[in-house]
């Protein structure tokens, strides 16, 4: 069992910067693949990035540019800072855990996440 907690969230203008954590429980963090995703009001959640095991990352089109997502074993830790911020990226943002990932891989579909954490709000304002 993984428990997963977000932090970071707030509200920023647009051109602004956040940066989202995501703690993780447990010894076999390092085995897991890390993934971001978001969900707006309304809309499914959405896939935003993922780092594998082997730190290979993965973004959705749509953050390509601005974010990164990184991941540091030695704290559990596992990041997304958020850069060139603009309205349409107000949601709350969830970290997920794949268990199952093999080394290279980091999903984009939520499906393949077996643990998520409780989600942080991001606003963006005009």
């Known amino acids: 069992q993984v428990q997963l907690v977000e932090s970071g969230g707030g509200l920023v203008q647009a051109g602004g910067s956040l940066r989202l954590s995501c703690a993780a429980s447990?010894?076999?963090?390092?085995?897991?693949?890390m993934g971001w995703f978001r969900q707006a009001p309304g809309k499914e959640r959405d896939f935003v990035a993922a780092?594998?095991?082997?730190?290979?990352?993965y973004y959705a089109d749509s953050v390509k540019g601005r974010f990164t997502i990184s991941r540091d074993n030695a704290k559990n830790t596992v990041y997304l800072q958020m850069n060139s911020l603009r309205p349409e990226d107000t949601a709350v943002y969830y970290c997920?855990?794949?268990?199952?990932?093999?080394?290279?891989?980091?999903?984009?579909?939520?499906?393949?996440?077996?643990?998520w954490g409780q989600g942080t709000q991001v606003t963006v304002s005009s």
């Open positions: 997920a855990a794949d268990n199952g990932a093999t080394y290279h891989r980091g999903s984009q579909s939520p499906g393949s996440y077996d643990y």
């Open positions: 447990g010894r076999t963090f390092s085995t897991y693949a």
């Open positions: 780092i594998s095991r082997s730190k290979l990352t």
